[in-house]
């Protein structure tokens, strides 16, 4: 069993992204699929780019949202499916380590 702590989401590489007024469209050359993206999950698929875990990327978008509370439960849904979707990979330390080095 692995610590959440230990699970860091990375952007899948190569993929083109194209900033839009609400969001962004995301070209995945490999699979020759496009993907639009609302402002939030937008921020969250750069947040993913640094290698990050779910509560730090709801901990930054609490912060770049001003939202009152960190959105930990809608992060979760939107990290599953961009996943899903092929857009960012999950990275599992099976030492549990929580360092990004």
């Not at 860091?8 to 995301?26: F, K, M, N, Q, S």
């Not at 993913?48 to 849904?77: H, Y």
């Amino acid at each position: 069993m692995t610590s959440a702590d230990s699970v860091r989401y990375r952007a899948v590489a190569g993929l083109e992204r194209t900033l839009l007024p609400d969001g962004c469209a995301v070209y995945d050359r490999g699979r020759r699929e496009i993907h639009y993206l609302n402002p939030a999950a937008t921020a969250i698929l750069a947040l993913c780019g640094t290698a990050n875990d779910r509560e730090s990327i709801a901990e930054a978008l609490q912060g770049l949202f001003n939202l009152p509370a960190a959105p930990s439960e809608d992060v979760g849904a939107c990290i599953d499916t961009l996943a899903e979707k092929g857009l960012i990979e999950i990275q599992i330390d099976p030492f549990g380590r929580t360092d990004r080095t």
